[in-house]
């Protein structure tokens, strides 16, 4: 079983910066990849970024355009989403999640194994 448990979201306002983070914990294969999706109300759940373990990583270049950056810590079981410029549009819920072992660079939900309970970000305008 591996547990994600994600932190820092909150309220900010249109323009702020914020940084989330994720910490992995339990029984993990060595390489795993993890990533950010959020949700935001009555809409599926939606890919932002990946990292692998390498730290190879990915994004919805859509919703990024240069403004976040996700990044793994030392030790790697650390995950982080630095999000610059928020905009209203993306007051949703984050979530974290887990690949494990890894194995391709999907961007879809369903590949991924495990899921933290979610961090609510409310950008007010």
């Known amino acids: 079983q591996v547990q994600l448990v994600e932190s820092g979201g909150g309220l900010v306002q249109a323009g702020d910066s914020l940084r989330l983070s994720c910490v992995a914990s339990?029984?993990?294969?060595?390489?795993?990849?993890m990533a950010w999706f959020r949700q935001h109300p009555g809409k599926e759940r939606e890919f932002v970024a990946a990292?692998?373990?390498?730290?190879?990583?990915?994004y919805d270049e859509e919703i990024v355009k240069g403004r976040f950056t996700i990044s793994r810590g030392n030790p790697k079981n650390v995950v982080f989403l630095q999000m610059m410029n928020l905009k209203p549009e993306e007051t949703a819920v984050y979530y974290c999640?887990?690949?494990?072992?890894?194995?391709?660079?999907?961007?879809?939900?369903?590949?991924?194994?495990?899921w933290g309970q979610g961090t609510q970000v409310t950008v007010s305008s």
């Open positions: 990292i692998t373990w390498d730290g190879g990583s990915t």
């Open positions: 999640a887990a690949q494990y072992p890894e194995r391709n660079r999907s961007q879809n939900g369903a590949d991924f194994d495990a």
């Open positions: 339990g029984r993990i294969f060595r390489t795993y990849t």
